[in-house]
Every structure is written in structure tokens, then in C-alpha cells.
């Protein structure tokens, strides 16, 4: 009775993260051994897009990769919560015709082996994130990150006062 119920829920939990694991386009994703996601990740490869993760890749909830052109990630990295990668932007035209909907500019993003990215990470195109470099949390990632280093942003708090006009 024992066996049979290990079984059933075996089952059920398979049955449940197909439900919260998305990939759009799945012709242009590579998969290593031993991938590992929580909730919610979401792999869209567009346009001819591809999205390579090596062996040994954990996710942790609500992670999102959009390829236009190609996002390798390497063996052995993990990635926090609402972690967010692309590879591509909107181009935008001349000074009064804004943002072009559906024109992109892309580049690669590479991620090293042995990387760990913390939550809440933008990584943006045309970036390489060097084997072994920790992301910290909250960062945004817009220029290469050299092996075996803790890329952190830094931010300054500013409070400024606000002055109101009298009407």
C-alpha cells in the first residue's frame, strides 16, 4: 500500500511542475542532466532564439530567460528568485517614431560554470558572466563580469526634499 502511494504521488508532483514550468518554442532549448526548479520558470526562445543550460542548473521560483538569439548557462550555477535574463531590446527609431514593437537588437549572454546569481537579478544582452562570479541580489547586469568575483551594484539612497508650491 505503501509502494503504491510513493508511486501516486511521485506522479502528482511530476504532473504538478509540468504545470508551472513554460517553454515556448522548445525546438531552440538544450537541457543538461540534473535540471531543478522550483515555481514558475518561464523559457521563451523567439525568433530563431536558443537556450542552453548545462548540467547540474537549479532555479529557484519565478525565473524568466527570453532568447532572440542565444543564452548558454553553464554547469553547476544556481539562480535565486525573479531572476530575469534577456538577450535582446527593443530598438527604438528616430527622435518622434519611439520604441519599435516588434524590432529587436540583440547579443548573446553567456553564463559561467559554477556561477551563482542571488534574487531579484536583471541580467541584460551581450553580457558574460565569467565561471565561478557571484551576482549579488538586486543587481543589474549591463557589462561583462570577470571569473571567480562578486559583481554587486552599488546604490546610494538620496532623500530630497520636496517643495510644495503655495496656492
Sequence with gaps: MLNKFSSLFQVLMMKIKISIFKISHPHGLVVGRKLRFRKRLNLRADAGGKINIGDYVFFNNDVSINARELVTIGNHVLIGENVKIYD???????????VQPDTFKTDSITIG????????????????IGSKAIIAAGTVVNRDVQPSVIYQEQRSVQEIPIHYRED
Excluded: P, Q, R
Excluded at 113 to 128: A, E, P, Q, R, Y
Design 113 to 128: 560554470d559554477g556561477v551563482w546569481i542571488g534574487s531579484n537579478v536583471t541580467i541584460l544582452k551581450g553580457v558574460t
Design 88 to 98: 535582446h531590446n527593443h530598438a527604438f527609431g528616430k527622435k518622434y517614431e519611439g
